[in-house]
């Protein structure tokens, strides 16, 4: 399984909960259809679990939906789930229900920021496909029309998340191509633990690349710092993204900045960088009042999404 159908397959473990949520997952998917509701055929996919809960929600709204399973004409190793309506009256009632067609995106499903991140992930899923982090940093969405990339972005950017632009074979891509704004936006869809493996492969790159220039080190040594250099920048980044890092004061701050800006640093690189040096293991205890700080605002739901 690839690298992309791994983050599918852990977005698609957490349900969303809420009608309004599952809603604005279903209208990305159906707005950005390239044949419905001309044609009965919504969207393949070879993600069983998001066949069954974009037919689910089609139920809801009393639509009649069919999910048909076929081998990959490339792969037959490949299992393809296909989602259609047969029934033109429904695809009709479904259009105007969601003013589907090349009209400019309907807010009215959007309004609310859980719902904005629903739409991005249902994006993601249909839509979107990613490279392995071992051989490039790179994320994207088919948004078909200048008029969609336009608005998509709008909305990405009102969760965050500054796509880039572009064109190929007649249409318009958004794409990520900085590993920071890929992993902020597979924890925003749901896949925190994809993020973090990402992470994990930049770290290991950063690591043996500065490696390679000073000396060899043991791979136990290289796989601690690079768990543990991964783990501390989730945590400043979380704490970042929630509270702010003014929250941890001058002194953590300083040590925070300084590991997002210089992730392959060791504790005693860090120390010495310091405005005011300080020995390694008072940066390790600096770095590990900060992992406990994040701690505590997880536990206390800083920062969830509503």
């Not at 909960?17 to 809603?23: A, D, G, K, L, Q």
């Not at 990405?156 to 632009?165: D, N, Q, T």
């Amino acid at each position: 399984m690839s690298f992309c159908q791994d983050v599918k397959q852990e977005v698609m473990k957490t349900p969303l909960r809420e009608f309004h949520c599952r809603n604005a997952m279903v209208y990305a998917i159906l707005k950005l259809s390239k044949t419905f509701p001309q044609e009965p055929v919504v969207f393949s996919t070879e993600n069983k679990a998001l066949a069954e809960e974009a037919a689910s929600m089609l139920a809801e709204l009393g639509a009649i939906v069919d999910i048909r399973r076929d081998l990959h004409r490339l792969r037959a190793d490949t299992e393809v789930y296909t989602v259609s309506i047969e029934h033109e009256n429904t695809r009709a009632l479904l259009r105007d229900y969601y003013h589907l067609g090349r009209s400019p995106l309907d807010w009215g499903f959007l309004e609310q920021d859980c719902c904005r991140v629903a739409f991005l992930r249902g994006l993601f899923l249909a839509y979107g496909s990613m490279a392995s982090p071992e051989k490039e940093y790179h994320l994207e969405i088919n948004a078909l029309t200048p008029l969609f990339a336009e608005e998509l972005y709008k909305v990405a950017e009102s969760c965050g998340i500054r796509f880039k632009v572009a064109r190929r074979k007649g249409s318009e891509l958004l794409y990520l191509k900085e590993s920071e704004q890929i992993e902020d936006f597979l924890t925003l869809i749901g896949a925190p633990v994809s993020s973090m493996r990402l992470m994990e492969v930049k770290v290991m790159k950063t690591v043996r690349n500065h490696v390679n220039r000073t000396t060899n080190c043991e791979t136990a040594n290289l796989n601690k710092t690079v768990s543990a250099a991964a783990s501390q920048v989730q945590d400043i980044r979380f704490i970042r993204d929630t509270v702010g890092l003014s929250y941890l004061g001058p002194e953590l701050q300083e040590v925070a900045e300084l590991r997002l800006k210089n992730e392959e640093m060791s504790l005693r690189e860090l120390a010495a960088n310091l405005s005011q040096p300080i020995s390694r293991s008072g940066v390790n205890h600096r770095l590990r009042r900060i992992s406990e700080i994040a701690e505590k605002l997880r536990e206390q739901g800083t920062g969830a999404p509503g």
